[in-house]
């Protein structure tokens, strides 16, 4: 007597649905995880851009109060205060060098946030009327709506 031995070759109907929906439910959890930890990563790579902009500013003012004129970069003369290439690449004080707010950046530009904008930047002094002390004063700000960053500002004082 011979017996016919029948080989199942590949998945049935049912396994083949069971494995999609487990890899959807999979996916369905994943991808709002991947959202919130992309928009956080953006957040953060434009605050320490903002940082290391403060950073870098502080250590052109402190050589500039070494050599007796201690100032910040010029706050940009457009309309939104941006930090556009072309303030990048204008000089800081040309009666003292020809030195440009890129040239204080080892790659020779000025940081920009997550979305390659540039941020909104102030600088002003103020006197305390007790002492007479001069304080100067910066401000960096995330303008960009698209910017996971928006809204934040953040001024530093010396």
């Keep these: 007597m011979l017996k016919v031995f029948k ?13 999609i929906a487990i890899i959807g439910t999979l996916i369905s959890v994943a991808l709002p995880s991947y959202h919130s930890t992309n928009l956080l990563v953006r957040e953060k790579t434009s605050i320490a851009s903002m940082n290391l902009i403060r950073e870098t500013f502080f250590q052109y003012f402190y050589r500039m109060h070494l050599e007796g004129n201690p100032h910040f970069p ?74 996971a960053a928006f809204g934040k500002s ?3 004082s010396i």
């Design 74 to 147: 010029p706050t940009p003369v457009n309309s939104d205060t941006l930090m556009t290439e072309y303030w990048g690449g204008s000089p800081i004080d040309d009666t003292i060098s020809l030195v440009t707010p890129a040239d204080l950046f080892s790659d020779g530009k000025v940081p920009t946030n997550a979305n390659n904008n540039p941020f909104k930047y102030k600088t002003w002094e103020e006197i305390d009327e007790i002492t007479g002390e001069i304080r100067y004063y910066i401000q960096i700000s995330d303008n960009d709506t698209e910017s």
């Design 154 to 156: 953040f001024t530093h």
């Design 7 to 19: 080989r199942n070759c590949g998945f049935t109907m049912m396994e083949f649905v069971v494995t």
